[in-house]
């Protein structure tokens, strides 16, 4: 298995890699990284099986949380180095992740 973290995380590949940016999954840029430098389902025959489901989901629920609340940061953290993850198959928050919601209605 691939080590997808450091995968994600090549200098050599994305600029600034820590950076949450996501500008960096548009169209124009996207297309010029190396073929399988992203693989966040992981790739060829024993890719993830459920990649577009999963997909799918994502977009339903985030578009529907995004029409109901604005989410906004939780006083928890002070800065993004206060939130402590681990990689195992993905990425996973130790004690989960954190966020304030404010109804949009
Ligand atoms: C964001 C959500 C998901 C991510 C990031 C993800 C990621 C991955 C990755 C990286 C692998 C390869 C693991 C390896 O090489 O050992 C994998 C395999 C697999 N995933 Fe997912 N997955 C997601 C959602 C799902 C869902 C919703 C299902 C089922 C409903 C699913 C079913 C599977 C199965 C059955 C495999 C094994 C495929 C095989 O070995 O041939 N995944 N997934």
Redesign the pocket.
């Known amino acids: ?1 691939n080590y ?1 973290y450091a995968m994600h995380r090549d200098p050599n590949v994305y600029e600034n890699p820590d950076q949450f940016n996501p500008d960096r999954f548009l169209p124009e840029k996207f297309g010029k990284y190396p073929k399988y430098n992203y693989q ?3 790739a060829g025959n ?6 577009k ?2 997909m799918l989901q ?1 977009k339903i629920v985030i578009s529907t949380v995004l029409r109901h609340f604005k989410i906004l940061p939780s006083p928890r953290y002070k800065t993004i180095d206060d939130l402590k993850y681990e990689m195992r ?2 990425l996973t928050f130790y004690n989960g992740i954190y966020v304030n919601l404010e109804s949009r209605y």
Do not use: D, L, N, S
């Not at 024993?46 to 990649?51: L, T, V």
């Open positions: 298995m997808i966040p389902f992981a024993r890719k993830c099986i459920a990649y489901y999963a994502m198959v993905t």
